[in-house]
């Protein structure tokens, strides 16, 4: 019930941000920032509770006592966070989009020169389009990393795992701009594992990796790295003692 609780207030949340920033912004600001925070960010917060029984010695004692195999309580963690959870902010969310579209579209005047523009310009947002899977992606990373650190911090390990992907992510890229730096002097932009742009004249030249190692390195970021940290949980699990 808890989780049921928890997941109805994202799914809130997610509409009063899709109304925001559509009134600020305009459609597919909303769209994206709302799909976004929903799936991604809701899905890392979920998981930092799945394992909030280890936030006390009684309640973690109980739980690891309980007449359930490692694998089943692991499982019953990851079909909350990563499997119902996305199913049911999906369904919401496309009811959420399709309701503010269609009050769009039938706020329009057909007598309007503009009316077909202005009904094409606004469209349901794409589960299949780039930015969504990019976002599947992000969200399969988030939740692994967080079912991790619930495991590793009993006390507020949202905030603390929220910190070192931060962390992570400033040194990552702080690296490669030095390292960046020292080869080409001046520089414009340096994404880790993918280009570095540098001023030529008034023009830009873009120095970028060969395709193969950047799928490299996308797969292993996205779908390795992330694969091993869900399995790592069950292995955390396991090994948790007080």
């Known amino acids: 019930m808890q989780m049921f609780g928890f997941t109805g207030l994202l799914i809130l949340l997610v509409l009063i941000l899709y109304a925001v920033i559509k009134s600020l912004a305009g459609f597919t600001a909303a769209q994206n920032l709302s799909f976004i925070w929903g799936l991604s960010g809701g899905s890392f917060f979920l998981a930092s509770f799945v394992f909030g029984y280890f936030s006390s010695n009684a309640s973690g004692s109980s739980y690891l006592t309980l007449p359930a195999s490692h694998f089943e309580k692991w499982l019953c963690s990851v079909l909350i966070a990563g499997i119902l959870y996305p199913l049911i902010f999906l369904i919401s969310y496309r009811v959420i989009d399709g309701s503010f579209v269609s009050l769009y579209h039938n706020s329009l005047d057909p007598s309007s020169p503009f009316y077909r523009q202005q009904y094409e310009s606004v469209f349901l947002f794409d589960f299949n389009g780039i930015i969504a899977w990019k976002v599947y992606e992000m969200c399969f990373f ?101």
Do not use: Q
């Not at 932009?189 to 799928?215: C, K, Q, R």
């Open 142 to 242: 988030l939740t692994g990393a967080m079912l991790v650190g619930s495991l590793y911090f009993n006390k507020v390990a949202f905030i603390k795992v929220a910190i070192g992907i931060c962390i992570l992510c400033i040194g990552v890229f702080g690296l490669n701009w030095l390292m960046a730096k020292m080869l080409f002097g001046n520089i414009n932009d340096a994404a880790p594992f993918n280009h570095v742009t540098i001023p030529v004249g008034n023009e830009e030249g873009s120095i970028e990796l060969p395709s193969g190692i950047v799928n490299i390195f996308n797969y292993g970021t996205w779908y390795i790295i992330p694969a091993i940290l869900w399995a790592l949980s069950f292995i955390r699990l396991r090994e948790k003692e007080f």
